[in-house]
């Protein structure tokens, strides 16, 4: 299969839109499967769903032109990055939004912001590890916001497991400093 999704994705790259319909039915699963990890570990009555979130990324990847696919790991990699910037742009959004609140609402603020401002502070310390070490934000990136597992993270960045163990170990050292003291 990933064979297909590879060969499908070169000829969506050059211009075969029918290599797209048969594309989504194959990669659809996968990107659901992220999204829910993603969302997992976001708070309870979170207003995006996965299928919300699938499209939104699928939309941004629409609408990167010229953009090459090595093949379907690259892929799933775009993908996965494109929905954690979706829930952080959701996240900004919503706490905007909620600077616009009166004193009336300060309970229902004090609950809804902290989650938000949690994703948006692992963002900022992901993009600065990202800036020291790009290896280990990936690994980050597709553990945590991903879900996905150490076999799987090593199959997207074709890397060993133990290579992904131990990046995803200092990873977490490093973003609980960052984030101070924070579990991460």
Known sequence: MSRDVTT??????????????QLLPLV?????RLARGYLRRER??????PTALVNEAFMRILDAKNLRW?????????????MRR?????ARARTSQKRAFDAADV????????????????????EA??????????????????????????DVLHLSAETIKRDWRLAKVWLSRELGGASA
């Open 28 to 32: 659809e699963v996968e990107l659901r």
């Open 107 to 126: 309970t229902t603020l004090e609950e809804a912001d902290i989650p938000s401002l949690n994703v948006i502070a692992v963002d900022r310390a992901l």
């Open 70 to 82: 090595n093949d379907r790991s690259h892929f799933m990699s775009i993908a996965a990055r494109l």
């Open 8 to 21: 499908l994705l070169h000829a969506w790259a050059d211009g075969e839109n029918a290599a797209l319909e």
């Open 44 to 49: 309870q009555g979170h207003t995006l769903q």
């Open 129 to 154: 590890l990202a800036a020291v070490d790009p290896r280990k934000a990936r690994v980050v990136e597709l553990r945590f916001f991903g879900g996905l597992s150490v076999e799987e993270t090593a």
């Open 86 to 90: 979706v829930l952080v742009d959701h």
